[in-house]
């Protein structure tokens, strides 16, 4: 083998896509990618494509697996639209992911699974490695199959064992392909395999027979690429889902108050990664219920508010709808609670494994009676953390209800996450009457939250009554008297509307006045921003801003809205936010973009509709 | 962390009844036997040695859920249905607190089905008060689960077509370890047995047959008129012959794989032959029976029927978390913040 000179290329960022069988370990293969991406220093962003079901039939496109990553060294907000690299183990996830992958992109194939039968399982009619199909692309044509099993028959392995491997000859290849080192990978295998050095032996061999094979092909033409390190802050890092940010966020919020913390749940897809994943963290004293329903998992959990724990409950679409009226009983109990939903795509069970933002009204207004919760939306999988953090302090300071939206995109996908010190995140201090305090009346109010204050059972001196039931001003009595009611009512409404006067500003990026504001909400926010930077860059006046509080608003937001010519509201819905504002700023003229097909939106669409609209007279 | 922890027996101060009464107007209708529910509850808490800042009394929807309001403790009237729900939460929460659950046919047996039985299968300590009026009370007499088949109400005007739900079977089905019942006639009765389901470790469920002399007036009065309740009620008592009847000459046999009401001194029939009452057996079958068992075939059975022990979830609950928090190398956020896979930048 003569050693070529190799050529590197420098890119500013790359998307990655692994895709395989639901068996073909896909989602590790990028799990270890992601994890030399970060040795790498690289800002990067992932998300996987799960099948909706658990093993669907081998070879076919609805078991299709998938695992993107987008990293660079720019700042990356997105796991990306399309992909520069598509991995594909088998036809079917080629067929599957080809719409994905980048015009001129490149694609490797396992060359010994394009078989008659396994292209007719994924419904091909000819073999598109031969029909001229994929002309527009670079194909890398590898025997992955044989040159995996070529790569360890000294070991003695069997040979399902060894194509179960194929996926690390495929990472191999991406190591070549992106100067990646071995480490992270190795280390991998030496503790998952402590037990098996076999194993560890085999796994390494293989990895390296594909970066050697890469090496050396016709087809890469000895050019490998290099992401340099991003420049991100100084710090310690460490990759993050959606939901596990979002059940650490709440983990440091108990802390923080010094309440314990209780959740009371019922499994749903996307969700109950946060259930399972509190449930492990019983040393922190997290209590965790898994109910017989979502309606017990919320009552459950005021029942715990009641008696004095920082009370959570977590679901998606269809089971927030089974706790509205449980959530009116918070309300009118004026007790804290964070409800997370993780919306997917509706109505009814929908699509379970896609994200769509349409819960936002039923959060906003999905309750009898007038009763206004705090409604807050993540907009990354990591700053989940720090909006879950966010919903706890809003609820226990100002004794209210506190529904935090985050999506499947947020929940299922990972990003770079900078560890924050807990006794840095600001303070929470539950407004906790102390024993024996004389003054204590169950619905008198702080003068300036208008929030009731928690008088936790087992206090001397305290013993009250609360229920569903109207109340009586300051007394909490049970009360039908018409001009209470109204009162109430407005008191309740008050609290909430003045929580605008303890939370941050909007801001917006880009510049404070122009042609064009783009406003969105949620997991929206890195195409958002990634199509308005372009726009800007092309020397359109176009700005962003993007919500995270969504009830109450910003105090500043008619003003900022003031400042644009024209105001656009791209949602993955059919237009519920825009309906919101247009609800309470009717001198503003709200243009909507929607999209509901439970996949994310594309900064090229957006740049188009955005670029449109800026064209219009 | 930790919620408010409060100890039960220290330097009580004597209570009384008295110390138990809010100051709401009770408005239940007169006559109605919620009001003698109320009366034997306010006797028993001064007696059970818990501080009365301990006591939480937590309720659903209808007349008996009003309870919380006309007692004088941390009280809380909830939602339809979602009583064991709410009850839960506080117990599990703080496990010091104790926890009584008040609800109707309707609230725990239609609407708050579910959550009813997995109360029982959990075995949370906390109290249950079931007052079964065999009606819908609070919205003015809808049939219930266990209204009676063939029964006219407001919305069975032909008679009802559904079979009704026994408490009891239904509890022992969900795996309850305390199911007793008492009359809304007898309060030393209900006194006596909410003492046994405050000791019992364990979900304590306790149907009361209440009459809704509005809905249903004299729903129970077989049981508990004057004149036959000699005749239609067995009083059970652990360790003692199942003996009922104005003159104590009747008893329950077990005549094959099934109960028997039969006349002691007739038919050779002996005190001998007579069952003897163990609540504690961990077998459900005689219990079941026990529980089924009604007029005229059979007296109806009162007192506690079943009393068996098992853990309980909080406590297995709590001595996890205390496990957990000795041998787990997560002993604060900032520790889960950094563990497993970090990098420095
Ligand atoms: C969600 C909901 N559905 C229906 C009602 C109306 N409702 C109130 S109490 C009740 C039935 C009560 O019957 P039961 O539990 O037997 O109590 P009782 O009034 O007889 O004591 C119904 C149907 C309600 N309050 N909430
Ligand atoms: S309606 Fe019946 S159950 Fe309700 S308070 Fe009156 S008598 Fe009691």
Redesign the interface.
């Known amino acids: 083998m003569t050693t070529k000179t190799q050529k590197v290329v420098e890119l500013e960022d790359v998307v990655v896509r692994f895709a395989g069988d639901s068996g073909d370990g896909m989602q590790l293969t990028g799990s270890l990618f992601s ?1 030399a991406a ?2 790498a ?1 690289n800002d990067f962003a992932t998300f996987p494509d799960y099948p909706s079901e658990i093993r669907a039939p081998q070879g076919t496109i609805a078991g299709v697996s998938g695992f993107q990553i987008h990293f660079g060294h720019k700042e990356i907000y997105t796991p990306g639209d399309t992909a520069d690299v598509l991995f594909a183990m088998n036809p079917a996830p080629l067929k599957k992911n080809l719409m994905w992958v980048k015009p001129g992109g490149t694609i490797i194939v396992d060359t010994d699974t394009f078989t008659d039968k396994s292209l007719t399982k994924a419904e091909y009619t000819s073999n598109p490695l031969e029909d001229g199909s994929l002309k527009e692309y670079n194909v890398i044509k590898a025997p992955i199959s044989t040159l995996t099993k070529k790569s360890v028959e000294d070991l003695g392995l069997d040979n399902k064992m060894i194509l179960k491997s194929r996926n690390m000859f495929a990472l191999g290849i991406m190591f070549f392909l992106f100067n990646r080192k071995f480490k992270t990978a190795d280390e991998f295998f030496e503790q998952k395999f402590k037990s098996d050095p076999l194993l560890i032996e085999s796994n390494k061999k293989i990895l390296r027979a594909g970066y050697n094979f890469a090496e050396t092909i016709e087809a890469l033409n000895s050019i490998t690429y290099i992401v340099e ?1 991003a420049e ?8 993050i889902t959606g939901n596990v940010a979002t059940a ?1 966020g709440l ?2 919020a ?2 923080r108050s ?3 913390l ?1 959740l ?1 749940s019922y499994p749903i897809t996307p969700a109950s990664e946060i259930l399972q994943e509190l449930s492990k ?5 997290a ?1 965790v ?1 898994q ?3 979502e ?2 998992g919320i ?11 920082f ?1 959570v409950t977590s679901t998606s679409g269809p089971g927030l709808s089974l706790k509205c ?2 959530i ?2 918070a309300v009118m ?1 004026e007790l804290p609670i964070v409800i997370v939903d993780v919306q997917r795509a509706g109505p009814s069970t929908g699509m379970p494994t896609k994200s769509e933002q349409s819960d936002l009204l039923q959060a906003l207004f999905g309750r009898n009676g007038e009763a206004q919760v705090i409604v807050i939306a993540a907009s990354s999988s990591s700053n989940c953390f720090y909006y879950a953090y966010e919903a706890a302090k809003l609820a226990m300071e100002h004794m209210t209800p506190v529904i935090l939206l985050t999506d499947g995109c947020l929940a299922n996908g990972s990003e770079v996450f900078r ?4 006794s840095e995140l600001p303070s929470i201090k539950p407004p906790i009457v102390k024993a024996n305090d004389t003054d204590y009346r169950p619905y008198k109010r702080d003068p300036e939250k208008l929030s009731r204050s928690w008088a ?14 109207e109340k009586e001003n300051i007394f909490g ?2 009360s039908h008297d018409p001009e209470n009611h109204q009162l109430m009512c407005e008191y309740r409404a008050e609290k909430v509307r003045r929580v605008a006067n303890y939370i941050k500003p909007q801001d917006v990026i880009g510049p404070e006045s122009g042609d064009l504001l783009v406003v969105s909400w949620g997991s929206t926010y890195g195409v958002m921003i990634e199509a308005v930077k372009e726009m800007q860059e092309q020397g359109k006046k176009v700005s962003l801003a993007h919500f995270h509080n969504i009830n109450p608003l910003p105090k500043n937001t008619a003003e900022i809205f003031s400042k644009y010519k024209k105001i656009i509201v791209p949602e993955l819905n059919l237009g519920q936010f825009v309906l919101y504002l247009r609800m309470y700023f009717q001198q503003f003229k709200f243009e909507q973009y929607n999209k509901i097909q439970g996949l994310p939106f594309m900064v090229k669409e957006l740049v188009d509709k955005f670029n449109h609209l800026l064209d219009e007279k | ?6 100890d039960v027996k220290k330097e009580l101060p004597a209570l009384t009844k008295e110390d138990f009464k ?1 100051d ?1 107007m009770v408005k239940w209708c007169p006559g109605c036997g919620d009001h003698a529910i109320l009366s034997s509850f306010q006797k028993v808490l001064p007696e059970l040695g818990v501080r ?3 006591v ?1 009394v ?1 309720s659903g ?1 209808g007349c008996s859920s009003r309870f ?2 006309y007692v ?8 339809h249905g ?1 009583a ?11 496990p ?2 104790h926890v009584w659950m008040v609800t109707g046919d309707g609230d725990s047996l239609a609407i708050g089905g ?2 009813f039985i ?1 109360v029982l299968r959990r075995n949370i300590d906390i109290n249950i008060l079931l007052f079964n009026n065999r009606i819908y009370g609070l919205t003015k007499g809808q049939y219930s689960p266990t209204t009676p088949t063939g029964r006219k109400t407001k919305s069975s005007p032909h008679g009802t077509i559904e079979h009704p739900f026994n408490v009891g079977e239904l509890a022992i089905g969900a795996q309850g370890t305390f199911f007793a019942r008492a009359v809304d006639t007898n309060p030393k009765m209900i006194i006596k047995v909410m003492h046994e389901a405050a000791k019992h470790k364990g979900t304590s469920l306790i149907e009361i047959l209440q009459n809704c002399v509005i809905f249903y007036n004299n729903v129970h009065s077989a049981i508990t008129s004057k004149e036959t309740k000699g005749e239609n009620q067995l009083h059970l008592i652990h360790g003692e012959p199942m003996i009922f009847g104005k003159n104590k000459d009747k008893g329950i046999m077990l005549k094959g794989t099934q109960l028997q009401a039969v006349h002691i001194g007739k038919y050779g029939v002996t005190e001998k032959d007579i069952l003897v009452h163990d609540e504690t057996t961990y077998d459900s079958g005689i219990h079941l029976m026990l529980a089924k068992m009604a007029p005229p075939t059979f007296p109806v059975a009162l007192g506690v029927i079943r009393s068996v022990k098992n853990y309980t979830y909080e406590d297995k ?1 709590e001595s ?2 205390e496990t ?2 000795e ?2 190398s ?5 520790d ?3 563990s ?6």
Not at chain 1, 232 to 239: A, D, E, H, Q
Not at chain 1, 419 to 422: D, R
Not at chain 1, 456 to 469: A, C, F, Q, S
Not at chain 2, 72 to 79: E, L, P
């Open positions: 994890d970060a040795i220093g390190p991100l802050k100084k710090g310690k890092y460490r990759n650490w983990l440091a108990a802390e010094g309440r314990q209780f009371g963290h019983k040393s922190l004293g209590k219920l109910a017989e329903d309606i017990a009552v459950s959990a005021i029942g715990a508010s009641f008696a004095g724990s009370a009226e449980a009116g009983l109990t560890i924050p010190k807990v936790i059972p087992g206090t001397l001196g305290l013993r009250h009554r609360i229920g569903g039931l009595n049970v | 962390m930790g919620n408010e922890v409060t809010s709401q009365k800042e301990n939480v937590v929807i919380p309001y004088k403790t941390y009280g809380f009237h909830g939602i979602r064991a729900a709410l009850s839960s939460g506080v117990k599990i929460s703080n010091n607190l579910n959550h997995h609950l996890i978390i957990e928090k041998i787990s997560i002993k604060c956020v900032d889960l913040l950094n497993g896979k970090t990098w420095e930048i």
